[in-house]
Nanobody, 126 residues
Framework: QLQLEESGGGLVQPGGSLRLSCTAS????????IGWFRQAPGKEREGVSC????????VYANDVQGRFTISRDNAKNMVFLQMDNLGPEDTAVYYC???????????????????WGQGTRVTVSS
């Protein structure tokens, strides 16, 4: 069964850090770019970051640039999102998704395969 599973979310104080993980099962991530998306209550799902299949190219949304770092470990079939200096605006459910090879048009959900996990909830609050 093909599956993506996000983990690592939780409650953190403003200024804190979390590391999210995305694990694939039933297939390998080697040939896919991975995008991280998030959906805050009452808002549309939005792109946060993307990493190409090779790992050589990464992109970030403007409001997380410099605070978030995406990485991948193909040997472990996992992708990570290190989130630092978190603020209340980062509160959302975070999802990972796959698309072929590159991060071209990475913010467009229709460029990703219909294979979404349950997400992992991040709450930033004091």
């Amino acid at each position: 069964q093909l599956q993506l599973e996000e983990s690592g979310g939780g409650l953190v104080q403003p200024g804190g850090s979390l590391r999210l993980s995305c694990t694939a099962s039933g297939f390998t991530l080697d040939d896919y770019a991975i995008g991280w998306f998030r959906q805050a209550p009452g808002k549309e799902r939005e792109g946060v970051s993307c990493i190409s299949s090779s790992g050589d190219s990464t992109v970030y949304a403007n409001d997380v640039q410099g605070r978030f770092t995406i990485s991948r470990d193909n040997a472990k079939n996992m992708v990570f999102l290190q989130m630092d200096n978190l603020g209340p605006e980062d509160t959302a459910v975070y999802y990972c998704a796959i698309k072929p090879l590159t991060c071209i048009n990475w913010t467009r959900r229709d460029r990703y395969l219909e294979l979404w996990g349950q997400g992992t909830r991040v709450t930033v609050s004091s």
